[in-house]
């Protein structure tokens, strides 16, 4: 069997308008909150097999929005549009929405919710219970994370939670700038000239403008056109509050939305554009994008180095590495996992085939569970994206696992660009 036969086993790779405007959610780009199914399908290992090693990199938590002063911002757009009798009932409304917000948010940009913690220590637990002979009552497990408060924090809420679970387990952690170097090697003057390449920016240029029609939304709130004429970039307004209100979901001990002020085929559209710059910016987008995944080769090699010191006993049972959504989502790519690595040209299908909340949803994870048998028989490997087993484009008998010997050649070919 191949592993490109695992999409029969992966009832959700294929994205469809329905699904998102089903739940209007999934709209919400990277902010989605984190889900897990609970009829996730695990295949038994081959016979005799048991786990013994786990290899993780996950992305922090929910979080607040990256920027609290834009809350601010549009408060003051707004408080200023009502001084001047120029919004509608709903646009009072609105203000109020985010005098109220600003409230919460102020001075904690990008900071980590209570839903980020619980997010962490929910996917200790379960590792814990479903791989026991791994967490045994002296298991080690080694932590690492980047110097962000937000990954730091998730770290530790992950740990918190093992060791609740397990009080006698040995356990690491540490942040550093140092590790910066495999967590988070990303080249932004590469980014930088990839967003800026002409074919790209004519191709989503043209995307966005199809897709983004601002004109019903501001005419809901503003009700004076020489104010909007004067005081407002509609477009830029309507993308704005477009991400505003995904980061929303994140903050569960708000009960406000802001999703209610768009129809669903506005979210639909703004998710689409949104997606489709993901997939430039960090993804594997053909145009501009496809030597992006290969940033993460320092990454991906430092993940095999502690698998092979661990297979050896050399190091923890359970390697844990907390980054963040564009290494994932790059690293994921580099390593073909099912659906993240995908070459698509034509951005009204791309949706279909390459999905960001499906990806990089907050909390995002991809585990390498590793199995050995007594005897000679080779190490296997399965893996877990969002804790959902998956493929990548390799032979193997005993899907979802692999002879790791085999996936180790196929990564160095792979980085290697034979």
């Given at each position: 069997m191949y592993a490109f036969l695992s999409s029969l086993f992966i009832l959700d790779a294929q994205t469809t308008k329905e699904e998102i405007l089903a739940d209007v959610n999934k709209a919400g780009s990277n902010y989605y909150v984190y889900t897990v199914d609970s009829d996730n399908v695990r295949t038994q290992a081959p016979k005799g097999y048991k786990?013994?090693?786990?290899?993780h990199y996950g992305r922090h938590g929910s979080r607040y929005y990256i920027s609290d002063l834009d809350f601010k911002k549009i408060y003051d757009l707004l408080d200023e549009a009502s001084k001047a009798k120029s919004l509608t009932l709903l646009g009072e409304d609105v203000k109020s929405r985010f005098f109220a917000l600003w409230q919460d948010v102020e001075n904690k940009a990008s900071d980590l919710t209570s839903l980020g913690m619980r997010q962490h220590a929910g996917i200790a637990e379960r590792m814990y219970r479903e791989y026991p002979t791994v967490f045994t009552k002296n298991a080690y497990v080694d932590a690492c994370s980047t110097t962000k408060p937000r990954c730091v924090l998730s770290m530790s809420s992950f740990l918190m939670r093992l060791k609740e679970l397990n009080p006698k387990m040995n356990v690491t952690m540490n942040a550093s700038h140092?590790?910066?170097?495999?967590?988070?090697?990303?080249?932004?003057?590469?980014?930088?000239?990839?967003?800026?390449?002409?074919?790209?920016?004519?191709?989503?240029?043209?995307?966005?403008?199809?897709?983004i029609h601002p004109e019903r939304l501001v005419a809901s709130l503003f009700s004076n056109p020489q104010f909007v004429d004067k005081h407002i970039d509609k477009v830029s307004f309507m993308r704005k509050l477009y991400d505003i209100s995904c980061s929303l979901q994140g903050?569960?001990?708000?009960?406000?939305?802001?999703?209610?002020?768009f129809t669903k085929e506005e979210l639909f559209d703004n998710w689409q554009v949104q997606n489709a710059w993901w997939y430039a910016f960090a993804g594997p987008n053909p145009i501009c994008g496809k030597d992006t995944p290969y940033e993460l080769a320092p990454l991906l090699s430092k993940i095999i180095e502690d698998a092979q010191s661990a297979i050896k006993g050399e190091t923890p049972q359970v390697s844990l590495r907390f980054g963040h959504d564009i290494p994932l989502m790059g690293l994921l790519a580099l390593m073909r996992i099912d659906n993240c690595y995908v070459e698509e040209t034509n951005l009204e299908v791309l949706y279909k085939k390459w999905c960001d909340f499906k990806i990089i949803p907050?909390?995002?994870?991809?585990?390498?569970?590793?199995?050995?048998?007594?005897?000679?028989?080779?190490?296997?490997?399965?893996?877990?994206?969002?804790?959902?087993?998956?493929?990548?484009?390799?032979?193997?008998?005993t899907f979802p696992y692999y002879k790791w010997d085999d996936v180790v050649a196929y990564y160095a070919s792979i980085m290697g660009r034979n």
């Open positions: 786990p013994f090693y786990i290899s140092s590790y910066e170097s495999f967590l988070t090697p990303e080249n932004e003057e590469a980014r930088d000239a990839r967003m800026k390449d002409s074919l790209w920016n004519k191709k989503f240029g043209q995307f966005h403008y199809e897709h903050l569960e001990h708000l009960d406000i939305t802001l999703t209610d002020l907050m909390a995002s994870n991809i585990q390498m569970v590793f199995y050995k048998s007594k005897g000679e028989n080779p190490v296997l490997v399965k893996f877990l994206l969002n804790e959902k087993e998956v493929g990548i484009p390799l032979e193997t008998a």
